[in-house]
């Protein structure tokens, strides 16, 4: 033995010793290691060195394990602890005999400390020795085993995790294997750049595969790869088309977005080419809006429609939802996609979800280097998600259950699928990702424009409006941004020639409900007067409407008082005006028409032909109480108040007149309160905001009979509404809850004055 030999045998023994004194005192390491002065990091570089050389020293035997009796447990006062160690078998090959602590058995009070260089003999005579004195208990029986482990190499260690490694093969080894499945093997170089892993990767994943029994000697793949590869063979797919595709206004207004054309192909019918490409005919497209124009599939494609009734109100958590039983081996994929490359497979081995190489802020997920999804800070820029996704069984039974709870609980109601996907800060997927160019997520006007700049899509009515208004090219229309959905209409921002512009484009059913020649002539009369927001154009045949934007520009806060008082003077200031046009709103004629729109179906409301006699019978006290009727904007809620800034003074605009007509200037006041929400507290506070001068009890009254005509009108409208797949939640019911209330509301009031008198 030379000096460095030496050396390292005495710091071996200095160094269990130590580790021994450490684990005697009864006390935790950290607290030990500190008393003693010892840092945490040399104690355990000193514990791994010791392992490392007692696997190295005993490399030739197996582990052994041994059977102890049935025992009871032994009295408080019985403690036994084995410290004698002694090497029997002189051929072991020991490069040490120090008393190095290899196990440590407690049981029933009986302490056993086995050293390393304890032999299988000894350990069963110690065992054999003590047992005979210790009690049995026939109700406190408890069966253990204890493995003494006096062998275990390195090399017998590192076998043994590959062996496991082995059985569920990583996401590189799964695709070289995948590869190897479609193409025949020439040579690493060419699998490498088949399978985009690097030469290292390949030849390392190769062996493994080998070892594994996926591939014989040859490279071949054996019979165990080919039945994995039909276990999780893709089966079916799901396509994702039912939602309004906000984000693609203003072409979706004339068709649904998984139609839309690229280099003069369907986005939908191009996704589903590819999939045939691969021998998947199992397609399941859930639909809503526009959901007459996917019909034609069915003939063409041999594809199963799947109805969607709630895609307005809810997002694609709830599409999912209806064909989770068909996720198992099954590519989910969304309508606006186009791929260069088909993204499809016939053989998968793993679960994935397609993420570009692309960074975007707009994405909440980046891929590590295990090519893991792991959830990132909001604008901290992740690879933009593409939406296409593969799940084997496993982890579409996962994903299923997900889905179903989640849907359970509202707060979801707005979430997309991928929601179902993660676990924690981490989806159950691997990564898959493409280059930006290869697969193009088509969500926007401008983003189909950089794709497809020939498309007839681009060439819509609401563009062409625009650049005849504002006599510029396709091109000069830039920077669509959606605004939000609204009850009535979809609306858009966007750029030309330097100014910001927003477009109004009708929404469903509307026109049914608006007379567009006479929001127009409304228009007209309010034109010059700082009343409303700047009008650049109109269309009273269709509804278009394209006006200025107001930079800065904020609503009303209906729970900020001042807010409030603001508006109803601004309000108090528009009647005033007492302007005219030929046309009136007639309350309680909209509350039987909206009613003719439901084709003849019953209102969802057990109560409603009785609500509804209450609220008729209301009539004559109003008719009794009207003053002079004048222009009236029918539509004055919040929202439709903005605050500006022009020339350092705040102005109030009232924009939105579609509703507008001759009406009792006092329905505004009430169309306030129950677009707000209002208690009847808030609703007399905003009557005391209106009526600075006082109000008398007959109007007060007389507003709150609008209150309960007006809530029955919306809450039809919203049933009308509700046919066309328009769903407003708590808004609806609250209307209907108007109409009831405050028709009490009024007979308590009546009663209450006739007693008064």
Not at 234 to 247: K, T, Y
Not at 253 to 261: A, S, V
Not at 399 to 405: G, Y
Not at 611 to 621: D, G, H, I, Q, W
Request: charged letters at 30%.
């Amino acid at each position: 033995m030379n000096a460095k030999e030496l050396e390292t045998q005495h710091n071996l023994k200095k160094w269990a010793a130590i580790i021994k004194e450490c684990r005697s005192s009864g006390m935790k390491i950290l607290q030990w290691l500190e008393i003693n002065n010892i840092s945490k990091d040399q104690y355990y570089y000193w514990q791994r060195k010791l392992k490392e050389t007692c696997i190295d020293t005993f490399e030739r035997q197996a582990a052994t394990f041994v059977e102890l009796p049935v025992t009871k447990e032994v009295p408080a006062s019985t403690e036994l602890t084995v410290t004698h160690t002694i090497c029997e078998n002189k051929n072991d090959g020991c490069s040490f005999k120090d008393n190095t602590i290899a196990a440590v058995i407690k049981t029933n009070g009986v302490t056993f400390e086995i050293t390393n260089t304890a032999t299988l003999d000894f350990i069963k005579n110690i065992i054999e020795k003590f047992s005979a004195n210790i009690n049995r208990n026939e109700h406190n029986l408890q069966k253990w085993r204890f493995m003494f482990n006096k062998v275990f190499t390195k090399r017998k260690i590192r076998k043994i995790m590959k062996e496991r490694k082995c059985k569920i093969m990583n996401k590189q080894e799964s695709d070289i294997l995948n590869t190897l499945l479609l193409e025949p093997f020439i040579n690493q170089r060419i699998l490498a750049e088949v399978s985009g892993h690097s030469l290292g990767v390949v030849n390392r994943s190769l062996k493994e595969l080998i070892k594994a029994d996926y591939l014989d000697e040859s490279i071949r793949p054996t019979v165990k790869a080919i039945t994995e590869f039909k276990q999780k063979t893709p089966q079916r797919a799901v396509i994702l088309a039912a939602g309004f595709g906000m984000r693609m206004v203003p072409i979706n207004t004339e068709m649904p977005k998984g139609l839309l054309k690229v280099n003069g192909e369907p986005l939908i019918e191009r996704i589903i080419k590819q999939l045939h490409e691969v021998g998947i005919k199992e397609i399941y497209v859930v639909v809503g809006f526009m959901k007459e124009k996917y019909e034609y599939l069915i003939d063409e494609y041999c594809v199963e429609l799947v109805v969607n009734a709630d895609y307005a109100a809810k997002n694609n958590l709830h599409s999912i939802k209806l064909v989770k039983e068909h996720l198992e081996n099954a590519y989910i994929i969304p309508c606006d996609i186009w791929c260069d490359r088909n993204p499809f497979h016939r053989h998968e081995l793993y679960s994935w979800y397609m993420v570009s190489d692309m960074v975007v802020n707009e994405s909440n997920v980046r891929v590590n280097r295990k090519m893991e999804l792991v959830t990132v800070p909001e604008s901290s820029g992740g690879n933009a998600m593409i939406g296409i996704c593969y799940l084997v069984k496993e982890d579409a039974d996962k994903v299923a259950k997900c889905i179903e709870e989640l849907c359970e609980n509202q707060r979801y109601d707005g979430a997309f699928w991928e929601e179902a996907l993660y676990n924690k800060d981490r989806m159950i997927v691997l990564a898959r990702v493409v280059h930006s160019a290869d697969v193009v997520e088509i969500n926007t006007y401008e983003q189909l424009w950089e794709i497809d700049s020939n498309s007839n899509q681009l060439k819509t009515d609401a563009i062409q409006a625009i650049c005849n208004v504002l006599k510029a090219k396709p091109e000069a229309v830039t920077n669509i941004t959606v605004l939000k959905k609204g009850m009535t209409n979809r609306s858009f921002l966007f750029t030309c020639k330097g100014k910001k512009y927003i477009m109004r484009i009708p929404g469903e059913g509307t026109d049914q409900l608006i007379n567009r020649r006479q929001e127009a002539a409304v228009y007209q009369v309010i034109e010059g007067k700082h009343i409303c927001d700047d009008i650049a154009y109109i269309n009273p045949q269709n509804g278009y409407k394209i006006t200025e934007f107001l930079e800065g520009a904020r609503v009303c806060n209906p729970l900020n008082y001042e807010d409030v008082k603001k508006c109803m003077m601004r309000l108090h200031a528009f009647h005033d005006l007492k302007l005219k046009v030929n046309h009136e709103f007639d309350i309680f004629g909209q509350i039987e028409f909206y009613e003719t729109l439901w084709e003849g179906t019953s209102s969802i409301y057990k109560d409603y032909e009785k609500t509804k006699a209450n609220v008729l019978s209301l009539k004559p006290y109003i008719d009794a109480h009207v003053g002079e009727k004048v222009l009236t904007h029918i539509d004055a809620v919040p929202d439709n108040f903005l605050f500006v800034e022009k020339d350092g003074k705040e102005e109030i605009r009232l924009i939105d007149w579609e509703y507008a007509g001759m009406q009792d200037p006092h329905v505004d006041v009430a169309m306030f309160c129950i677009y707000s929400l209002y208690n009847k507290r808030q609703v007399d506070q905003l009557i005391a905001a209106y009526f600075t001068e006082g109000c008398s009890d007959e109007i007060r009254i007389k507003i709150y009979c609008y209150i309960a005509a007006c809530g029955l009108l919306w809450s039809n409208w919203c049933e009308y509404k509700r046919n066309l797949g328009v769903e407003f939640g708590e808004y609806s019911l609250r209307q209907y809850r108007y109409a009831k209330d405050y028709y009490r509301i009024v007979q308590e009031e009546l009663k209450k004055q006739g007693e008064e008198e």
